[in-house]
C-alpha cells in the first residue's frame, strides 16, 4: 500500500520567515494530495491541495509544490505569523478507484513571535 | 451544512466498560472514515465505509473494537470491553467521490478510560 514520508516532525521559524515542509509517497499512482492544519485541540482542516496533472498552487501565504518523477510534494508557508502554529499534516490518495488518503505523521510548527 | 458531527466531545469512563462513538456525516457524502489519533501514533485510519459498506477495517487494533453504519448518515464505533490504552481521539470524516476528494473532519471525541 502507499507509505507517506513527512518531515520535519518539528520546525520553528520566526515570525515573517518562510516555512517548508515535505513529504514523500511510494505509490506512483497517487493522484491528489491535500495538506490539513490541526490546530490544538481542533479537528485537521484542508488548507491546500494539488492534482498531479498540476505542479505547484498557490493560495495568498501558502502554496504547495508536486514533484511526479521524485514523487515528492512540499508545503510552502510565507510570511509566517503566530496563527500559522499548528500540526501540519500531508496526504496522498492513490489511484485505481481508491478513496483512502493516506497520512504523513505530521509536523508541529512552532511561529516565534 | 453542520459539517460532520461526532458525539459525544468527551467522554470518561472506566476500564471493561463499553464506550460507543458516534457520527452523522455531511448529507450526500458517500464514504465515511473512523481514525484514532494519539501523540505516539499519529493519525491511524481504523476503517471505512463506502455507501455504508464497510471496504478495509484491517486498522481495526483487535476484535474488541466494531464500527456499524446502518444508513447513510449515522455510524458508530464501539469498544467493548475498553482498555486505558484505548485513550485517544477518534475523528469520523467523510468525503464525497464527485468533487474534491479532501475529507471533512467532525471535531473528534476525546475518550479517557480509567
Known amino acids: 500500500g502507499e507509505n507517506v514520508e513527512q518531515h520535519p516532525s518539528t520546525l520553528s521559524v520566526q515570525e515573517g520567515d518562510s516555512a517548508v515542509i515535505k513529504c514523500t509517497y511510494s505509490?506512483?499512482?497517487?493522484?491528489?494530495f491535500p495538506w490539513y492544519k490541526q490546530e490544538l485541540g481542533k479537528r485537521p482542516q484542508l488548507i491546500i491541495d494539488?492534482?498531479?496533472?498540476?505542479g505547484e498552487k498557490k493560495d495568498q501565504r501558502i502554496a504547495v509544490t508536486l514533484n511526479k518523477t521524485a514523487k515528492h510534494f512540499s508545503l510552502h508557508i510565507t510570511e509566517t505569523q503566530p496563527e500559522d502554529s499548528a500540526v501540519y499534516f500531508c496526504a496522498s490518495l492513490s489511484g485505481a478507484g481508491s478513496y483512502q488518503l493516506t497520512f504523513g505523521k505530521g509536523t508541529k510548527l512552532s511561529v516565534i513571535p | 451544512d453542520a459539517g460532520v458531527i461526532q458525539s459525544p466531545r468527551h467522554e470518561v469512563t472506566e476500564m471493561g466498560q463499553e464506550v460507543t462513538l458516534r457520527c452523522k456525516p455531511i448529507?450526500?457524502?458517500?464514504?465515511l472514515f473512523w481514525y484514532r489519533q494519539t501523540m505516539m501514533r499519529g493519525l491511524e485510519l481504523l476503517i471505512y465505509?463506502?455507501?455504508?459498506?464497510?471496504?478495509?477495517d484491517s486498522g481495526m487494533p483487535e476484535d474488541r473494537f466494531s464500527a456499524k453504519m446502518p444508513n447513510a448518515s449515522f455510524s458508530t464505533l464501539k469498544i467493548q470491553p475498553s482498555e486505558p490504552r484505548d485513550s485517544a481521539v477518534y475523528f469520523c470524516a467523510s468525503s464525497s467521490r464527485t468533487g474534491v476528494h479532501g475529507y471533512t473532519f467532525g471535531s473528534g471525541t476525546r475518550l479517557t478510560v480509567v
Open positions: 465505509f463506502n455507501n455504508n459498506v464497510p471496504i478495509d
Open positions: 494539488i492534482r498531479s496533472n498540476v
Open positions: 505509490d506512483s499512482a497517487s493522484n491528489y
Open positions: 448529507s450526500g457524502h458517500n464514504s
